[in-house]
Each structure stands twice: as structure tokens, then as C-alpha cells.
């Protein structure tokens, strides 16, 4: 089954956070919880040319510093708690969040390079629309 491109990035990169294939929103793009699928369960659609990286940590790393930076501040400068709390609060509450955020964040990241047609994504993308 062939299946167009979507028609903006905004919809690639939704299906990428959601998990699903960019090209048909049906198949999962991961196999496991942050391993890439070699292909698409439902299209075919081959995910095996991404080149992910540490671009998505990267990411998630920038995102928990705008989110935690300011928590950690607010609670500080309110509160006034004891040091202990931010040793057994804070790093608790950032591999947390980091370990919920990481999937969704390469999901767009490969997405991203497939609505782009990045590392492969082109080739495979050209015989996929003839």
C-alpha cells in the first residue's frame, strides 16, 4: 500500500509525537520503548535510515532546564527548604520527566527526517511515489 506524504510538517511531526508513522498514522515507529522500528507494521514505510542520535536528549535536556530551572528558583525563593529536599526532590522529578519526554521527542525528531527526507528518507520516498 502506498500512501502520500503528509501535506504539512505540523502533521509529521504530531504522528512522530504520537508514536505513529509518519506516512500512514496507523503502524508504531518504535519497537520497543526508545528503539525505532526497521519499518512500518501497517505501510511498510522503512524508519531503518534515521539517524536520531543524541539529537532528541539534546532536546529534552533544553526543555527540562526551561521547566525546572524556574521551579527550582520559585520553590527556593518562597519556600526556603532545606537542602536535603532539593537532593531527594529534584533529580527524582528530572529523570522523570526526561524518561517521559525522550520517546516523544525522537519520535518528532525521526518524523522530522522523514518529512524532510533526510539520510535515505528521499530515495525511499521517490520509489514510494514512483
Known sequence: MTTPAPQSLTTSLMRGLHGKC???????????????ADRCSKCAEDFHHHRADDF???IVILILGH???????????????PYIFHVLVW?????????????????MVVALQWHMGLHGFDEARKKRLG
Open 67 to 81: 521547566i525546572l530551572v524556574p521551579l527550582v528558583m520559585f520553590t527556593e525563593k518562597h519556600f526556603s527548604p
Open 91 to 107: 533529580p527524582p522529578v528530572a529523570v522523570g520527566l526526561a524518561w517521559l519526554m525522550l520517546q516523544p521527542v525522537k519520535g
Open 56 to 58: 532528541p536528549a539534546y
Open 22 to 36: 509518519p506516512a500512514c498514522n496507523e503502524g508504531p515507529i518504535f519497537r520497543a520503548h526508545l528503539k525505532v
